[in-house]
């Protein structure tokens, strides 16, 4: 129908797809393990893991859990309350360097 | 693949619409894909509690944090491989992941005999996972990690690792549970009427097995 799926809201894709895919996510688990291999640190480190984190779960969503195929309605329903967790990561971050400070200052000798 | 809406509409039209319309607003979709995701859904909420308190444990802790990539070394044939098991065990469940997407193609060809197998062949990838796992945790337990203290440095780390890991492990094994159970069923021939939807319902919990594994492995054992 109007989503690339039949009546039944089957998903049926090529198979060449997966396959493309699946190579990419190997693809991007291999750089990701060369980013620990070769020993990258600092700010470089964490963009790269983070980047190729990002593009391989974005690709196991998209792709073999078929959300570009489902209807809009229904991509945000689950795609958007995840981003909740966005404002616990601020609180916890912002708490936790009181936190740190503290044990700084109280426990070190 | 951006086709969702007839040419006249927009998407925002057709969200509008669906929203608004009755009965049911998740047109196209089953209800137990629906349920299926909604369940995903909290899981993603529970997984994410767990890494923003590894998060915060991280950042609070005023001692070392131990190196991941020295702690999960091992030594083949003599060579000391940063990290090794673990990027082994990472390809494992893409690999798995591969399968399962293979098998719910084949599912919805009715090639039921194919689909059933290669979700056995997923379901041993996961064995295989959790097998490693299972080595990792005695290898550690060995080396004196303990839930409240190790001797590598900060002592929250065995907490977290035990926990976070063993959560996903655990999701690892009721899944290849669920697979054997569903390519049984699919083998015996008992969606032939009903269609193979079902196939594509597990696949989905199985992909994210993969997924909240992506973010483990970033943010535990690449950080």
């Known amino acids: 129908m109007e989503n690339g799926s039949d009546i039944q809201g089957q998903q049926q894709h090529p198979i060449s797809l997966y396959f493309k895919v699946w190579g990419l996510l190997f693809v991007l688990s291999g750089l990701s393990y060369a980013v620990d291999y070769m020993q990258v640190q600092g700010e470089l480190r964490w963009t790269l893991i983070i980047i190729f984190m990002f593009l391989k779960a974005g690709l196991i969503v998209a792709v073999f859990m078929h959300m570009v195929w489902e209807r809009i309605a229904f991509v945000l329903a689950i795609l958007l309350p995840p981003l909740c967790i966005l404002v616990l990561i601020a609180l916890m971050s912002i708490e936790a360097d009181y936190t740190y400070f503290n044990r700084l200052f109280f426990f070190n000798d | ?223």
């Open chain 2, 1 to 223: 693949m951006g086709n969702f809406a007839p040419a006249k509409t927009t998407r925002t039209e057709v969200l509008i619409e669906d929203w608004a319309s009755d009965k049911d607003a998740f047109k196209n979709v089953s209800w137990g894909k629906a349920m299926m995701w909604i369940f995903l859904l909290s899981d993603t909420f529970i997984f994410s509690c767990f890494l923003v308190g590894y998060m915060s444990v991280r950042m609070t802790t005023a001692e070392i944090w131990p190196n991941s990539s020295e702690v999960f070394a091992l030594t083949i044939m003599g060579e000391h491989i940063p990290l090794i098991l673990i990027a082994i065990m990472t390809f494992v469940l893409i690999t798995s992941s591969g399968t399962m997407a293979m098998a719910v193609n084949c599912g919805y060809r009715n090639q039921r005999k194919q689909a059933a197998i290669l979700m056995l062949v997923t379901a041993g990838f996961g064995l295989c996972f959790v097998g490693m796992q299972a080595f990792e945790w005695s290898k550690l337990i060995e080396e004196g990690v303990r839930p409240w203290g190790n001797p590598m440095g900060a002592p929250q780390f065995g907490a977290i690792f035990f926990m976070v890991t063993g959560f996903h492990g655990f999701h690892v094994s009721i899944g290849v549970i669920y697979l054997i159970i569903v390519a049984f069923k699919v083998l015996r021939g008992d969606y032939e009427e009903r269609g193979y939807e079902i196939v594509e319902i597990t696949g989905l919990y199985w992909h994210f097995v993969d997924l909240v594994w992506v973010f483990i492995f970033a943010f535990f054992y690449l950080w």
